[in-house]
């Protein structure tokens, strides 16, 4: 792998991904939530509260809601948004995790306490369900309730409701996609923007011929650490029920119109497996005639951050795509 200099010396941290998380999921869970529990998150300036959704069968999907302790209004100095003074923009979070893990321990979510802090914004945590006990539609459809919900409750939320957007990374980059297309197509709630980091959009990575972009067996993804092809199917095979093919709410590169969404962000990392369906799908979201913003991040792999936050690739990366989030929901400030 051509690997960013500052990230080589990292690559010994690396887990490889021979392993099948899916063979003990409770397992790998547990792993993830003490991984968390060992490095409790910042939660300076920032107070949140649980809410459970009820569902259609009586079940409830639980959010975590966080906002500014201060209770800033949300206009950085400068800006002119014609809110009403104390409404925030709202940011919805799905997490990653291959649709099975990454769940945050609750009041722990690090991405939404980072964007409620520096956006700032009211972030909603969505603690979707997870495969592959419940598989697709279950994920998406959670998500989706969580916007409805959010848009409804607007006004007791102190959210402005025209300045709604959702966001994720891998797995939770997908749902953002799908949230999108499925709003669209049920007639709301209007999303202001979609913003998608390392998006897992397409079930068919790592099929061959290469009928999914321009995935090939030597390409990036292949090194068995990080998110490889590998992992990635046993995915996509724990997320979608089986015996049935993806459809565009599932993964959106099914889609064959991406006509009508919201502006949109995508990063992709130079060494993932999705790099290409993630770089495809940009490209296929401008034909379409919507506003794409694309970032690559050379020499690095899927999560990298995770392993080296401090780093001044990683530091660029998080600037680039919360600042480009942060004036979408704040036009005009830098």
Same mark, same amino acid.
Request: aromatic share 6%.
């Given at each position: ?127 979707? +369900? /997870? #495969?592959? %006990? *419940?598989?697709? @539609?279950? &994920? ?5 309730? !969580?916007?409805?919900?959010? =848009? ?80 990635? +199917? /046993? #995915?996509? %095979? *724990?997320?979608? @029920?089986? &015996? ?5 709410? !599932?993964?959106?590169?099914? =889609? ?79």
């Amino acid at each position: 792998m051509q690997v960013h200099p500052e990230l080589v010396p990292f690559l010994p941290s690396l887990p490889l991904s021979s392993a099948n998380p899916y063979e003990d999921i409770e397992a790998t869970r547990d792993g993830f939530r003490a991984l968390l529990a060992a490095r409790p998150a910042d939660r300076s300036g920032v107070r949140s509260e649980r809410y459970d959704i009820p569902r259609g069968d009586g079940s409830a999907l639980t959010v975590e809601v966080y906002r500014p302790q201060d209770g800033a209004d949300g206009s950085p100095e400068g800006a002119e948004t014609g809110s009403p003074r104390g409404l925030l923009p709202a940011v919805l979070h799905f997490h990653g995790g291959g649709y099975a893990i990454g769940r945050s321990l609750p009041g722990q979510d690090r991405t939404a306490l980072a964007l409620c802090r520096e956006l700032p914004a009211v972030t909603i945590a969505v603690e979707y +369900r /997870l #495969a592959p %006990e *419940h598989r697709y @539609p279950a &994920g998406v459809e959670d998500c989706h309730l !969580a916007l409805e919900w959010t =848009a409804k409750r607007a006004a007791e939320l102190g959210i402005d409701p025209e300045r709604i957007a959702i966001t994720g990374k891998s797995a939770g980059g997908g749902l953002s996609a799908a949230v999108a297309l499925m709003a669209r197509d049920r007639g709301g709630p209007a999303i202001a923007y979609q913003s998608m980091c390392v998006p897992d959009v397409d079930d068919r990575v790592g099929q061959e011929p290469a009928d999914a972009g321009s995935v090939a067996a030597s390409g990036p993804g292949a090194d068995l650490r990080a998110a490889s092809r590998r992992t990635v +199917r /046993l #995915a996509w %095979e *724990h997320y979608l @029920p089986e &015996g049935t093919a993806a459809d565009a709410y !599932a993964a959106a590169a099914r =889609a064959t119109d991406l006509s009508g969404l919201p502006p949109a962000y995508v990063l992709v990392c130079d060494l993932d497996a999705l790099r290409d369906t993630g770089l495809a799908y940009a490209r296929r979201l401008m034909d379409a005639g919507v506003p794409v913003t694309v970032r690559n991040v050379p020499g690095a792999w899927h999560g990298f951050e995770m392993y080296a936050p401090e780093t001044r690739v990683a530091k660029e990366m998080t600037a680039h795509w919360t600042g480009h989030l942060r004036e979408a929901l704040y036009p005009g400030t830098e």
